[in-house]
Nanobody, 121 residues
Framework: QVQLVASGGGVVKAGGSLRLSCAAS????????MGWFRQAPGKEREFVAG????????LYADSVKGRFTISRDNAKNTVYLQMNSLKPEDTAVYYC??????????????WGQGTQVTVSS
């Protein structure tokens, strides 16, 4: 079973940028669509962005569209989330997961270690 660990989070001021990485160990995820999710305190986990196995057809939640960019490097078994123009409402723990090719908001794997992103006003 593939193990996914998100990293790269931190504390940033509003308007700043961060790049998150999702590293996989075990089985490669090169043949799978991948997605980013986040969970803020007191709220449900929500879909952020998804990408097909062929690095095509990216999909974004309306709340991050135009600010976040998802990408992947299958040779390195790594998925990235470039976050620009960060807002305080982006504060959350961010997770990555394998998702279905036809529906990016449907996770297929177990939830691994997330990374905390905190955006100050």
């Amino acid at each position: 079973q593939v193990q996914l660990v998100a990293s790269g989070g931190g504390v940033v001021k509003a308007g700043g940028s961060l790049r998150l990485s999702c590293a996989a160990s075990g089985r490669t995820f090169s043949n799978y669509a991948m997605g980013w999710f986040r969970q803020a305190p007191g709220k449900e986990r929500e879909f952020v962005a998804g990408l097909s196995w062929s690095d095509a057809n990216p999909l974004y939640a309306d709340s991050v569209k135009g600010r976040f960019t998802i990408s992947r490097d299958n040779a390195k078994n790594t998925v990235y989330l470039q976050m620009n123009s960060l807002k305080p409402e982006d504060t959350a723990v961010y997770y990555c997961n394998v998702v279905t090719s036809s529906d990016y908001d449907r996770p297929l794997g177990s939830w691994g270690q997330g990374t905390q992103v905190t955006v100050s006003s």
